[in-house]
């Protein structure tokens, strides 16, 4: 049996005459860009997500970006991020010219610390971007209490957590802004690139419409020297689709979570750890143990798809050789035994067995 790590055409043949009505309405339409279909996702995510305004552009990393620009983040500045995370959280910090400040996870959500943020601040410091990494919120509470004793400002990263939900309270709610993405892969995935930013505060969410469009309202008139970061029409229509089955995508995914971690109980393998305040997504279900790549290779071997989340932290990345973060252990460890099992809403119970015996077998035969 072939197990995908996600098959999305799997995952959409159940919605497709939906995708297909909201292809030939954009097209009918004539209308590609800043239209019609990017208003009413806008208003039905911001809804979705308990927050005021939503403001759709072009990627994630973009979503970040235009954040922190938007906040007048800039040269001489210092931004804490995770050390654990995909690369662009630091790639954001970056382009404004402010320098990422990595603060290690707790090493049993993978999630940042908020027990060593403090530590890492300066007088340069200007923001903490917390990541919701697998789908799992981080402790908000927490680093909002640091950010306010230090007037620090918070921007989730909720790219992997769309839906997911912070002691009753949505993710992109939970601090002053939020950016997400779209990535066909995201529990919320467009059929191409696309992001957007999530906030309440009126005078962020127009400064980000701004930069998203040439620094300009007013056709032809620029007040920001701006960028072009838009979330196009199709992509907004096919959004709209998905959002009505987002819900139920994450209760399926909660399922898999579930019986993955029934079936793998008492395992050599090291098993998410999901705090109270958590209610997560499910984005990922990332298992930790000895020989991981010899495990890999063994599910390659049974016909099972598996994700290494993430093989080089960004530290060690060649982009951030020479920038002065030393060595930072937990993120390094976990790069060398973290793996991502197969997870999807389409997955089967056949499937999820497939795998969590396979997971087993590998384990009998050490």
Known sequence: MHVPFL???????????????????????????????????????????????????GN???????????????????????????????????????????????????????????????????AIIPVHLYGQPADMDAI?????????????????????????????????AAATSFYPGKNLGALGDGGAVLTSDDAIAEKVRRFRNYGSTIKYK??????????????????RVKLMHLDEWNDRRRDIAESYSRLLNGTANKLPFVPKYAEPVWHLYVIRRDKRDAMKAHLEKER????????IPPHQQVCYAGGGFGKLPIAERLA???????????????????????????????
């Open 304 to 311: 099972i798809s598996t994700v290494i989340h993430y093989p």
């Open 222 to 239: 620029h007040d920001l020297i701006g960028y072009n970061s838009r979330l196009d029409e199709l992509q907004a229509a096919f959004l």
């Open 144 to 176: 909002n209490a640091i950010a306010v004793q230090h007037g620090l400002i918070v921007i989730e990263d909720a790219a992997q957590a769309q839906g997911a939900r912070y002691k009753g309270r949505r993710v992109g709610s939970l601090g002053h």
């Open 60 to 126: 994630g990393l973009e979503a970040l970006h235009l954040l922190l620009r938007a906040y007048g983040i800039g040269s001489g500045d210092e931004v804490i991020v995770p050390s654990n995370t995909f690369i662009a959280t630091w790639l954001a910090v970056s382009h404004c010219g402010a320098r990422p400040v990595a603060v290690e996870p707790d090493v049993n959500t993978h999630n940042i610390d908020p027990a060593l943020i403090a530590s890492a601040i300066t007088g340069r410091t200007r």
């Open 7 to 57: 098959d999305l055409g799997r995952l959409h043949q159940p919605i497709q005459p939906a995708l297909d009505e909201a292809y030939r309405r954009v097209m009918d339409s004539g209308w590609f860009i800043m239209g019609g279909e990017l208003e009413a996702f806008e208003a039905e995510f911001a809804q979705y997500c308990e927050v005021e305004h939503c403001t759709g552009v």
């Open 336 to 366: 060398l035994d973290v793996l991502s099992l197969p997870m999807s809403p389409a997955l089967s119970n056949e499937e999820i067995q497939h795998v969590a015996d396979a997971v087993k077998s590998f384990d009998g035969a050490l």
